[in-house]
Nanobody, 119 residues
């Protein structure tokens, strides 16, 4: 089970840190990723991290503003989001994949947390 939290409302230019706690499995077996889905749009890949915390991967447009990290001792993956813009408004999802990190082919999904950015 994946439970994302940390969403909310933030002003343009602000920051949020999303967390996703994984339960019911061996967290270190999973590569983890974050996606988002804005109203009326498809779900988009944002970032991924391998099981050992040694490799991170980003959608090009997210580089420099978003940072993915994980704490295997806490079964938690994070997404630090800085310099937020209104177009970042979306439901954010965490996802887990057994084996190698990838931007698709996720095995498990969390329920999502809403992020709203406005001036």
């Amino acid at each position: 089970q994946l439970q994302a939290c940390g969403g909310g409302w933030v002003q343009t230019g602000g920051s949020l840190r999303l967390s996703c706690v994984v339960s019911g499995g061996t967290f270190s077996s999973f590569a983890m990723a974050w996606f988002r889905q804005a109203p009326g749009k498809e779900r988009d890949f944002l970032a991924a991290i391998n099981w050992s915390n040694s490799g991170t991967y980003y959608e090009d447009s997210m580089k420099g503003r978003f940072t993915i990290s994980r704490d295997n001792a806490k079964n938690t993956v994070y997404l630090q989001m800085n310099s937020l813009k209104p177009e970042d408004t979306a439901v954010y999802y965490c996802a887990a994949k057994l084996g190698a990190v990838a931007r698709d082919g996720m095995d498990y999904w969390g329920k999502g947390t809403q992020v709203t950015v406005s001036s």
